[in-house]
């Protein structure tokens, strides 16, 4: 069974700091991995994605894939209290495959 | 952007009413929609996957009889909740796709259904 596995957190950290999410999967041969974002009672936002080694840049949001290693994470510079959410990671490994999303890690921003 | 909409937002109904949630991508041709469901504090959950013009694929432990997906276009998706009870109450949430599961997945903002 392929897998995806986020810390729950929460993770806090202050304002104006880097948050760092890392998420790792199972399946070697996966192929794409997505970054939601869902504010509670909200549906999850797509925030980046990325499908070869090394990082995505999209403002203040990077994304860094290993697939040597099997993790993704996301980094969040200059961090504000309304990036407080919960960040989904979520994994495909191609053609009509069912996606897989990780349960969510919980950043907190405090001001 | 990819726009997915989804309606309605709020749902409160009496023990069994048949719900039905319409979900429409605005901007682009949906190749695949994808119907979730999630508990307060907890991790989405699939329930399904509708691809246009053929039957939907349910996911184990998940009746079929009783939410009714129809994909009858590329931009429309609908889930019937048949005879909802107080545990049907959720979020439920759509989503779509241009092409296979290499492209993000868009999502609706979601429907409250409460069920009295």
């Known amino acids: 069974q392929k897998e995806v596995e986020q810390n729950s957190g929460p993770l806090s950290v202050p304002e104006g700091a880097i948050a760092s999410l890392n998420c790792t999967y199972s399946?070697?041969?996966?192929?794409?991995f997505f970054w939601y974002r869902q504010y509670s009672g909200k549906s999850p936002e797509l925030i980046m994605f990325?499908?070869?080694?090394g990082d995505k840049e999209d403002g203040r949001f990077t994304a860094q894939l290993n697939k040597a290693s099997q993790y993704v994470s996301l980094l969040i510079r200059d961090s504000q209290p309304s990036d407080s959410a919960t960040y989904l990671c979520?994994?495909?490994?191609?053609?009509?495959?069912?996606?897989?999303f990780g349960t969510g890690t919980k950043l907190q921003v405090i001001p | 952007g990819a726009v997915v909409s989804q309606h309605p937002s709020r749902v409160i109904c009496k023990s069994g009413t048949s719900v039905k949630i319409e979900c429409r991508s605005l901007?682009?041709?949906?190749?695949?929609m994808f119907w979730y469901r999630q508990f307060p504090k907890q991790s989405l959950m699939l329930m399904a996957t509708?691809?246009?013009?053929?039957?939907?694929?349910?996911e184990q432990g998940v009746e079929k009889d009783k939410f009714l997906i129809n994909h009858a276009s590329l931009t429309l998706s609908t889930l019937t909740v048949t005879s909802a009870h107080p545990e049907d109450s959720s979020f439920y949430i759509c989503?779509?796709?241009?092409?296979?599961?290499?492209?993000?997945?868009?999502f609706g903002d979601g429907t409250r259904l409460s069920i009295l």
């Open positions: 901007d682009f041709q949906a190749t695949t």
């Open positions: 509708s691809n246009e013009g053929s039957k939907a694929t349910y």
């Open positions: 990325i499908y070869s080694n």
């Open positions: 399946d070697r041969g996966s192929q794409s």
């Open positions: 989503s779509a796709t241009r092409g296979d599961s290499n492209q993000p997945q868009h």
């Open positions: 979520a994994v495909s490994s191609g053609g009509y495959q069912k996606v897989t």
